[in-house]
């Protein structure tokens, strides 16, 4: 990007003053001359680019750009009152990455010569979209399974009451047998309703929580009922600071996850090559849940399994929805309602041969 000399750096200190707002939007936003050069970037864009905030004040935006002149000609179009916004989509030339796909919406402003140049990436674009998808999901999960588990443990009571009455004045060996049978079944879906009903029955105890901890503790348990033909494999940051959370929950959301992935390795396991992986990064300037935040957790729960069937993918957080025969579909319900009791959020990237299910919180 070439720099012009004329651009004084008082005006870029009131530039900077008077757009800071922007910075804490999570599009990318740069304010422009109509000639092109840059009078402010926000954070967000001088992430993408990969460069300086001072290294693009100043600069030609455009440059920034496969096909700059596009831009250049919508700056001149606003520059002469031709249209009050414009959009259209192009590829954008970050530092020393491939350039990245955006929806571009040039914009006046109030001040003559300037426009508001905004940067939507189409790839983060969809992934906010599947975010808001999986938040609205769990919400509505949420209140669904509160109310119908409350709606069946009223009558099942009942029912498993009148069997035990029953089968105190039946006589025949046969006929107690069926009513056994309703007994257990009673005490069966009992059972799934109390787990159905226990992230919003159990208070949220807070504490301050170390997340290599709690992968730790969750490695332990799965060696134990997996002790031959399974590997588990940590790569942490041990940079990431403790937070506050509630240790028990994070405990059981893990260990939900890499007990499915287990679970999915019964082959390998045979074979003698099933593989799971914990690995923990920190995420800078992230946005999830239609919030920004500065710093998050990610810790990724990696597995060498088949891959999340393609019939269930875009469902695996529903409650009752299982690709194991005979399993429950509760396991990453629950696990997705702990994580965003704690703000965050569970994201699955499933191919044969590598599932990698990813846990975001916020950090302070």
């Known amino acids: 990007m070439k720099k012009p000399n004329f651009f004084p750096a008082a005006a870029t200190t009131a530039a900077s003053s008077r757009f800071q707002s922007f910075d804490l939007l999570a599009t990318l936003v740069a304010v422009v001359r109509t000639n092109g050069v840059v009078v402010f970037a926000n954070a967000a864009l001088e992430d993408a680019l990969g460069t300086s905030r001072r290294t693009i004040e100043g600069s030609q935006l455009p440059d920034c750009f496969t096909e700059p002149m596009i831009l250049h000609n919508a700056l001149e179009g606003a520059g002469s009152n031709e249209f009050a916004a414009l959009r259209y ?10 350039p990245m796909p955006v929806h571009v919406v040039v914009a006046q402003t109030d001040t003559p010569g ?19 998808r999986l938040i609205d999901q ?18 099942l009571g009942g029912i498993r009451g009148a069997a035990q009455l029953l089968q105190m004045d039946i006589q025949s060996k046969e006929l107690t047998e069926y009513t056994q049978v309703i007994i257990h079944e009673a005490d069966r879906l009992q059972t799934l309703v ?44 041990i940079s990431i600071p403790d937070f506050r959370g509630d240790r028990e929950q994070l405990i059981q959301a893990v260990l939900n996850i890499a007990h499915n992935a287990a679970q999915a390795l ?51 957080f529903y409650p009752l929805i299982s690709g194991r025969e005979g399993g429950s579909g509760l396991g990453l319900t629950l696990a997705q309602t702990f994580i965003q009791q704690h703000h965050g959020l569970i994201e699955c ?14 950090l302070p």
């Open 266 to 316: 019964a082959e390998r396991i045979a074979a003698g090559d099933a593989q799971i992986s914990f690995r923990s990064r920190i995420a800078r300037q992230v946005t999830f849940g239609k919030q920004r935040y500065r710093l998050a957790l990610e810790l990724h729960v990696i597995d060498n399994g088949p891959g999340v069937p393609d019939s269930i993918k875009d469902r695996i």
């Open 138 to 155: 769990a919400q509505a999960n949420k209140e669904l399974i509160r109310n119908l588990a409350h709606e069946i443990k009223n009558p």
């Open 89 to 98: 989509d192009a590829w954008l030339k970050p530092l020393n990455r491939e």
């Open 114 to 132: 300037e426009a508001i140049v905004e940067l939507l990436p189409l790839e983060q674009q969809a992934k906010q979209d599947r975010e808001e």
């Open 194 to 237: 109390d787990r159905l009903l226990a992230p919003h029955r159990r208070p949220h105890l807070v504490g301050d929580v170390n997340i290599h901890e709690v992968s730790e503790r969750v490695r332990s348990l799965i060696l134990a009922e997996f002790p031959k033909g399974l590997r588990v494999l940590r790569d942490y940051d």
């Open 349 to 362: 990237d499933s191919v044969p041969g590598r599932t990698d299910f990813k846990l975001l919180i916020p």
